[in-house]
């Protein structure tokens, strides 16, 4: 394949109407912080942890997923909404929103500013579809950097950043990186020029080196779910004085309309509009992504992935993770598909087995593999 070929793929993959999801049939088996989250549920030592790659559910071994061949590729028509980025091999693909028809839009062993040897992880498609950002990491000299292009795969620009990972502003113009963990964080605009530099200050306690998050107007960042850094120049502060005393975090649903006060056992879900409670959610403790519509989040805990429907607080669990042979139990989620129908959940099969992309129903059926190999990816919003 040319890169004429890849080119005109994404062209076509970047104005064509999406196709509906095929009605899944229903599973034989239904099992019952921050977005994109991974959990691993039980005792780990470090050398386990770090070979163990997301051991997952059931249905898993008995699909038995191999990876798929994917280069060279054919180059049937792609679909624009929902089509999935993902990493595998340190590579960047995209492909439809069931991982057929990939292509490579970024080969790492071709990387002029890594001499030739780099990884690229954690695609990120922008709010409104227009660009994907990703992560790359540079062994043989420590460089790390986010690396946005087109959805063609065209490199628009590359942003510095220390920690892990980034975060897009909802009207997808800005990201936010590390500046310096855990002291300052940046905001660069799609064109690659710095727009704020924001010291966080001694007050702000930061626990872990999590991408820095955005408040839905786009006029702060919320740091830990706690604390809220506005972009004017303003002091950093916690979100909620006085509820933060009884409050883990706070979280946001995608559309800015509902926020959820996450307590230590058991979550608020209030409408942002007036304040009024929707709903309280027991016995879960984390809201790890949003449905784009804001009616429905996922949770991982107790070794399950659920989803919660928000306007009645009801809890449905879509499948468990598996135990492996080192006591592992892991289970990760993505994200929403554009229509907020399915979910696409990370899953693997024991100690140096096979690892996949899945997704489901929200209502528990139609599990089914859409990458093999790799839990790293995101499914286009538009």
Same mark, same amino acid.
């Given at each position: $394949?040319? &890169?004429?070929?890849?080119?005109?793929?994404?062209?076509? $993959?970047?104005?064509?109407?999406?196709?509906p999801?095929?009605?899944?049939?229903?599973? #034989? /088996?239904?099992?019952?912080?921050?977005?994109?989250?991974?959990?691993?549920?039980?005792?780990?030592?470090?050398?386990a942890?770090?070979?163990?790659?997301?051991v997952?559910?059931?249905?898993?071994?008995?699909?038995?997923p #191999? *990876?798929?061949?994917?280069?060279?590729t054919?180059?049937?028509?792609a679909?624009?909404?929902?089509?999935?980025?993902?990493?595998l091999?340190?590579?960047?693909?995209?492909?439809?929103?069931? @991982?057929?028809?990939?292509?490579?839009?970024? +080969?790492?062993?071709?990387?002029?500013?890594?001499?030739?040897?780099?990884e !690229?992880?954690?695609?990120? =498609?922008?709010? &409104?579809?227009?660009?994907?950002?990703?992560?790359? +990491?540079?062994?043989?000299?420590?460089?790390?950097?986010?690396?946005?292009? &087109?959805?063609?795969?065209?490199?628009?620009?590359?942003v510095?950043?220390? @920690? =892990?990972?980034f975060?897009w502003?909802?009207?997808s113009?800005?990201?936010? *990186?590390?500046?310096?963990w855990?002291?300052?964080?940046?905001?660069?605009g799609?064109?690659?020029? /710095?727009?704020e530099?924001?010291?966080?200050?001694?007050?702000?306690?930061v626990?872990?080196?999590?991408?820095? $998050?955005? $408040?839905p107007?786009?006029?702060?960042?919320?740091?830990?779910?706690?604390y809220?850094?506005?972009?004017d120049?303003?002091?950093?502060?916690?979100w909620?004085?006085g509820?933060?005393?009884?409050?883990e975090?706070?979280t946001y649903?995608?559309?800015?309309t509902?926020?959820?006060?996450?307590? /230590?056992?058991?979550?608020?879900?209030?409408?942002?509009?007036d304040?009024?409670?929707?709903?309280?959610?027991?016995g879960?403790?984390?809201? +790890?992504?949003?449905?784009p519509?804001?009616d /429905?989040?996922?949770?991982?805990?107790?070794?399950?992935?659920n989803? %919660?429907?928000?306007?009645?607080g009801?809890?449905?669990?879509?499948?468990?993770?598996?135990?492996?042979?080192?006591?592992?139990?892991?289970?990760?989620?993505?994200?929403?598909?554009?229509?907020?129908?399915?979910?696409? !959940?990370?899953?693997? &099969? @024991? %100690?140096?087995?096979?690892?996949?992309l899945?997704?489901?129903?929200v209502?528990?059926?139609?599990?089914?593999? %859409?990458v093999?190999?790799?839990?790293?990816?995101?499914?286009r919003?538009?």
């Amino acid at each position: $394949m040319t &890169d004429q070929d890849v080119r005109d793929f994404l062209e076509r $993959m970047a104005v064509e109407e999406p196709a509906p999801f095929l009605d899944p049939a229903p599973l #034989t /088996r239904r099992a019952r912080r921050r977005a994109a989250r991974t959990v691993v549920f039980g005792a780990l030592g470090a050398a386990a942890a770090i070979a163990a790659l997301f051991v997952g559910v059931s249905e898993l071994r008995e699909a038995s997923p #191999t *990876v798929p061949a994917i280069d060279p590729t054919p180059t049937p028509a792609a679909v624009a909404s929902g089509a999935i980025a993902y990493s595998l091999d340190g590579d960047i693909y995209v492909a439809d929103p069931e @991982g057929s028809n990939a292509v490579r839009i970024a +080969d790492s062993t071709t990387d002029a500013r890594c001499e030739g040897i780099s990884e !690229y992880s954690m695609p990120s =498609w922008s709010p &409104d579809g227009t660009h994907l950002a990703f992560q790359r +990491d540079c062994p043989t000299s420590d460089q790390t950097d986010v690396v946005i292009t &087109d959805p063609q795969g065209n490199i628009v620009t590359e942003v510095p950043r220390d @920690g =892990w990972g980034f975060s897009w502003s909802p009207d997808s113009t800005r990201i936010a *990186v590390w500046e310096t963990w855990p002291e300052t964080v940046d905001v660069y605009g799609v064109d690659g020029e /710095r727009e704020e530099s924001l010291a966080l200050g001694p007050d702000v306690k930061v626990h872990n080196d999590a991408s820095p $998050m955005w $408040m839905p107007d786009g006029s702060a960042l919320l740091m830990d779910g706690v604390y809220e850094i506005p972009l004017d120049g303003g002091s950093p502060h916690e979100w909620g004085v006085g509820l933060l005393r009884r409050l883990e975090q706070v979280t946001y649903s995608a559309d800015g309309t509902r926020v959820a006060l996450i307590k /230590r056992n058991s979550i608020d879900i209030l409408d942002v509009a007036d304040g009024t409670s929707v709903s309280t959610v027991a016995g879960l403790t984390d809201v +790890d992504v949003w449905s784009p519509d804001g009616d /429905r989040f996922a949770s991982l805990a107790h070794g399950e992935l659920n989803v %919660v429907d928000v306007a009645s607080g009801t809890v449905t669990v879509l499948t468990e993770a598996r135990t492996a042979l080192n006591g592992a139990k892991i289970l990760g989620v993505r994200g929403f598909s554009p229509r907020g129908d399915r979910i696409l !959940y990370e899953a693997g &099969d @024991g %100690v140096g087995g096979a690892t996949a992309l899945w997704s489901i129903g929200v209502h528990g059926s139609g599990a089914r593999i %859409v990458v093999a190999g790799t839990t790293q990816g995101d499914w286009r919003s538009r």
